[in-house]
């Protein structure tokens, strides 16, 4: 007998229209070809328009920009809350006032200042008390003055010492250039 022929073959037949299924894929070939032709002539007809350029993004700063007054320069004051009490158990970083599991607020034994884990470097939360690094600094050198920020006036708040050995809130430093 020999082998059977594609054509020849009843798998290959659609029943309901009793054509070959090749044949059937020939025709859909053939329609998808000419609507891809009519489109592409239609592109040629009628080109779309060029796509406008993307703007630049911006990049946020964090620093207040000076304003002019009467030829005089200005600069605007920016530093921690002066009343802390109004957002107690906010990031005194961030002051997002959210604990996240992830990224829990914790509070000074001494102080009662309340910062985010990550917003102060925190790496593993301790199991007893926590203290923030201004009050460690007191304890062990009691003769010594406070920890004062060296960038602002406002004292106390999330404190964190610098590498030329003074202190810097937390907050302040997100606003320094460098």
Request: with cysteine; glycine share 6%.
């Amino acid at each position: 007998e020999g082998p059977i022929k594609l054509e020849d073959d009843p798998d290959f037949r659609i029943p309901a229209l009793g054509r070959y299924y090749v044949l059937e894929w020939e025709d859909e070939d053939a329609q998808e070809a000419e609507r891809r032709r009519l489109y592409e002539e239609e592109l040629r007809r009628n080109p779309p328009p060029p796509p406008p350029p993307e703007p630049k993004p911006k990049k946020k700063s964090h620093k207040k920009k000076a304003t002019r007054r009467d030829d005089k320069l200005q600069v605007q004051v920016v530093s921690p809350m002066e009343n802390p009490d109004e957002k107690a158990e906010c990031c005194h970083v961030c002051w997002d006032g959210e604990s996240y599991e992830d990224n829990p607020i914790l509070f000074c034994e001494t102080c009662d200042i309340a910062v985010h884990k990550g917003c102060y470097g925190i790496v593993r939360i301790p199991t007893g008390d926590w203290n923030c690094k201004a009050c460690v600094f007191k304890k062990k050198n009691p003769s010594k003055r406070a920890p004062q920020c060296c960038l602002c006036p406002t004292p106390g708040g999330a404190l964190k010492p610098t590498g030329n050995g003074k202190w810097c809130h937390l907050f302040c430093s997100q606003w320094m250039p460098e």
